[in-house]
């Protein structure tokens, strides 16, 4: 089955801790995206890359950094500069700029 | 300032009473709206894309329509399991493959 898979699906931390989120797809989707999603807001974008080797800031990149050394994968660290990193992580991919399918998600709790 | 708006905040409908969802945009341009469907603690699934005024897309109970100002999505004798957000995002010229999202419709269908 073709799709995105974000791994774990809950992931608690200590405050002060790095922590990775995971994100791969085999859709063969060039391009790639993280997501924040708060109650009562909509989807916040972190980062998104196009292509392999490339990325760029999405609109609340702070505290935040991603890598795309594969196609098929594009984690997430949140890092401790991240001052409010509680929250529920979406990974989406998408063939250019048609639309965006997404991973289940990721629920980050940050004590 | 580019923005989408969807209305209304939450929606209350009984087994079979019809009703629609609105989503209005202002963008310099738009390159094409989506809807999609999420579910408590799951990633959104994707509905519908709408590329241009006047177009029309339909999938069971659902049907969304876009005019140059606004998006509704339509649903037709609802039932329980269409309960969810509802999630609407457009894709503006220039910004690459980025979307942005509006803060949903929670859709709650009582027997």
């Known amino acids: 089955d073709g799709g995105i898979t974000q791994s774990p699906k809950y992931l608690f931390r200590k405050e002060g801790q790095n922590v990775t989120l995971s994100c791969e797809q085999n859709l063969n989707h060039d391009a790639m995206y993280w997501y924040r999603q708060d109650p009562g807001q909509g989807l916040r974008l972190i980062y998104y890359s196009q292509i392999v080797n490339d990325f760029q800031k999405g609109d609340i990149a702070e505290g935040y950094s991603v890598s795309r050394e594969k196609k098929e994968s594009f984690p997430l660290t949140v890092t401790s500069a991240q001052k409010n990193p509680t929250a529920f992580y979406l990974c989406a991919s998408s063939s250019g700029a048609r639309e965006q399918y997404f991973g289940p998600g990721t629920r980050l709790t940050v004590t | 300032e580019d923005q989408v708006t969807q209305s209304p905040e939450a929606l209350r409908l009984q087994e079979g009473e019809s009703s629609s969802l609105n989503c209005s945009y202002t963008?310099?341009?738009?390159?094409?709206l989506f809807w999609y469907r999420q579910d408590p603690g799951k990633g959104p699934e994707f509905l519908f894309t709408?590329?241009?005024a006047g177009e029309e897309k339909e999938k069971e109970r659902l049907k969304a329509t876009l005019t140059k100002k606004e998006s509704f999505l339509h649903i037709t004798a609802p039932k329980p399991e269409d309960s969810a957000t509802y999630l609407c995002a457009v894709h503006m010229t220039g910004t690459a493959s980025k979307l942005t999202f509006g803060t949903g419709t929670r859709l709650q269908v009582t027997l």
């Open positions: 709408l590329y241009s």
């Open positions: 963008v310099s341009g738009l390159r094409g």
